[in-house]
């Protein structure tokens, strides 16, 4: 009788837990965190129970940030070491790790956020030679590339005219680019890119003679249809609504502007703005400003220029060889403004008319876009010229642009 009853208690503990499995449970921790999708067939469910709590903590194509200050991708580990990545630490909650993709000379880039480093990194290098690696498109539809110059210091160009003679820079393969030398850490290029996937592009450091140099160069591709794509023709462009713009090898005390530059610096106009505001930058290492110095003897004070010259004074000696353009500049603290504008500007001093004071300028010719052009011969009537530091600053459509 006994074995009879523990029969029946069996069979009725069986078709309760059968029951509680049909039910749809409510107000449970799955239905907080993923819904009622979690709710499948059984072996469908079992087949897919872990997926949802991964997918929480993506480790896809995510970008994370190596101690060490390199940008890598967050990605499992197995696939860093097959990709011949560098692990730097973990990322995605623990589920992945910080792959750094590096290449020097004779390399092959074939992974997006790949760095371009000098043989050595990241002591310094004093070869000589050519140091070059190429970049291969990672899909067809990659238009540029962008070229972030976390670290950049190679040998400046000679004294006289500020010639890159010794070390050189050179992108080959895509949009023309000038070339460049000295030192330009925080600078960054975007080069066109090509149509199609079969145009590789090759970034090579040449060098001559002893030097100390180092270079960590990022290699970013950007698809044709990103919102991070640059405007046509623009080397350089930044996209905030305040910021700094300044020539290569910039730098008030040492620096030497850079003959045979010809490109564009554009800034993405934000909504609601439709006029921008130039300053020189605070040079905060000389007792007279260094921060605008294209033309003239530097080591005396040197007026501003404006114009292309040929003219009447005071444009008869206007700006012939090196200069810096800008859509219809005019002084910012005029009132009334005055009826015309000026586009190149050059000299020692910045500001939208001739003379020694520095003064605010603005524009607003848009696309916002700078234009800087350097011939090749500086001695004897340059001397010393840094660049140029610029900090802009776009002025809302309400400030009666």
């Known amino acids: 009788m006994l074995h009879m009853q523990l029969t029946v208690l069996s069979c009725l503990l069986v078709l309760a837990s059968c029951k509680i499995q049909k039910q749809t449970p409510t107000n ?7 819904g009622s999708k979690w709710l499948t067939p059984a072996p469908r469910w079992r087949e897919s129970k872990f997926l949802p709590i991964f997918a929480l903590v993506p480790i ?12 890598g991708n967050c990605i499992p580990s197995k696939d860093c070491v097959l990709r ?3 692990p730097a630490g973990p990322c995605g909650g623990g ?11 004779g390399g092959i880039i074939r992974e997006n956020s790949t760095y371009f480093v000098n043989p050595n990194h990241p002591d310094v290098y004093d070869g000589t030679g050519s140091c070059q690696v190429t970049v291969q498109k990672l899909h067809p539809d990659i238009c540029q590339l962008r070229l972030d110059l ?3 210091s190679i040998a400046p160009p000679e004294a006289a005219n500020h010639l890159c003679n010794q070390d050189q820079l050179l992108i080959s393969g895509g949009s023309p680019t000038p ?4 030192s330009s850490t925080g600078d960054h290029m975007y080069i066109d890119a090509g149509l199609g996937q079969s145009n590789p592009i090759v970034l090579s450091v040449i060098t001559s003679g002893s030097f100390p140099r180092l270079w960590r160069i990022r290699v970013t591709q950007i698809h044709c249809g990103s919102i991070s794509r640059a405007d046509q023709g623009c080397l350089q462009y930044y996209t905030a609504i305040s910021g700094r713009v300044r020539s290569f090898n910039y730098n008030t005390v040492g620096g030497r502007q ?3 530059q010809d490109y564009s610096i554009c800034i993405r106009n934000e909504r609601n703005f439709c006029g921008i505001q130039y300053n020189a930058c605070p040079d905060l290492e000389n007792n007279r400003s260094r921060s605008f110095t294209l033309t003239g003897n530097s080591n005396n004070p040197v007026a501003t220029m404006v114009g292309g010259g040929g003219g009447m004074p005071p444009n008869m000696n206007g700006c012939i060889s090196d200069w810096l353009l800008i859509g219809c500049i005019r002084s910012a603290d005029r ?4 009826p015309g504008c000026e586009d190149r500007v050059c000299g020692g001093t910045f500001s939208a008319e001739a003379g020694m004071l520095a003064k605010t300028v603005q524009s607003s010719v848009r696309p916002f876009r700078l234009y800087f052009h350097t011939d090749g011969v500086e001695a004897p009537n340059d001397i010393d010229n840094r660049g140029f530091c610029l900090d802009y600053v776009q002025q809302p459509c309400t400030n009666g642009f």
């Open 150 to 152: 976390d670290m950049f």
């Open 335 to 338: 009132i009334p403004p005055l």
């Open 60 to 71: 896809g194509p995510g970008s994370c940030s190596a101690p060490s200050g390199e940008q």
């Open 95 to 105: 589920y992945g790790v910080c792959c750094i993709f590096l290449q020097t000379c």
């Open 258 to 260: 850079l003959s045979n």
């Open 179 to 182: 070339t460049i030398c000295g």
């Open 84 to 86: 011949n990545g560098i």
């Open 28 to 34: 449970s921790w799955r239905d907080m965190l993923f």
